[in-house]
């Protein structure tokens, strides 16, 4: 078993920043994957962002040049620092750690989720 303990997140005027961290502990592999997902009111939850322990990242379109993902291997942590923030950024912010296994299997673990609001 993974946990996933997030911190930051917040009220935030539009244009302004935010940090977003997450620790994991527990059953780390590794190699795995983790980032940012979000889910705003009546939508479906969408990938933010996600780095893999090599450090490779992938960023949701929406996103790109005002987001930026980091890690730390050592210390288990992910963050998400929000720059430029806009009203349509607001969200409950999920923390995703993935473990690989062979194959195309992967296991899924999920924080209990941070609300980020953003006020026009």
């Known amino acids: 078993q993974v946990q996933l303990v997030e911190s930051g997140g917040g009220l935030v005027q539009a244009g302004g920043s935010l940090r977003l961290s997450c620790a994991a502990s527990?059953?780390?592999?590794?190699?795995?994957?983790m980032g940012w997902y979000r889910q705003a009111p009546g939508k479906q939850r969408e990938l933010v962002a996600v780095?893999?322990?090599?450090?490779?990242?992938n960023y949701a379109d929406s996103v790109k040049g005002r987001f930026t993902i980091s890690r730390d291997n050592a210390k288990n942590t992910v963050s998400l620092q929000m720059n430029s923030l806009k009203p349509e950024d607001t969200a409950v912010y999920y923390c995703?750690?993935?473990?690989?296994?062979?194959?195309?299997?992967?296991?899924?673990?999920w924080g209990q989720g941070t609300q980020v609001t953003v006020s026009s």
């Open positions: 995703n750690y993935r473990r690989q296994y062979s194959g195309s299997a992967y296991c899924d673990y």
């Open positions: 527990g059953s780390i592999f590794s190699i795995n994957t």
């Open positions: 780095i893999t322990s090599g450090g490779s990242t």
